[in-house]
């Protein structure tokens, strides 16, 4: 191997390195990327960008209340004061295990009519399937 080779090696290296490290540092202390998409009674209540900790709290006219708690790559419904708590007891939707899921990417409180979407760069309702 050649002086010249040795240089551009370390060059093209040390290149790769640096945009590596930008990457990470651009992407320190984020979320994965996704959003919660709620609809109550099949109309859009609310979105949001996925932030762990927070929480979505719903509280209807009719007193129904859900309140859902976002991690960060998906959420659960925290609690409920529907009867049966299904909607509890479906677990969290993250964005490596809804594939898996029964219901995919959503919960779904059928006796307060709320339906909680994980929309990811992988699965976005709005977009056609190709």
Not at 113 to 128: A, F, G, I, K, N
Request: net charge negative.
């Amino acid at each position: 191997m050649k002086k010249r080779d040795l240089i551009l090696l370390t060059v093209l290296v040390l290149m790769g390195l640096a945009a590596l490290t930008v990457a990470l540092l651009q992407n320190h202390g984020k979320s994965a990327a996704g959003r919660l998409q709620v609809f109550v009674d099949g109309r859009l209540y609310t979105e949001s960008p996925l932030e762990a900790g927070k929480t979505i709290t719903i509280q209807q006219d009719n007193g129904s209340e859900n309140v859902i708690r976002m991690t960060k790559d998906g959420f659960y419904m925290e609690s409920a004061n529907c009867h049966n708590q299904d909607c509890i007891h479906q677990g969290p939707v993250t964005q490596d295990n809804w594939k898996t899921r029964v219901l995919g990417t959503h919960v779904i409180c059928l006796p307060n009519r709320v339906d909680v979407v994980l929309v990811t760069e992988e699965y976005d309702p709005e977009l056609p399937d190709v």
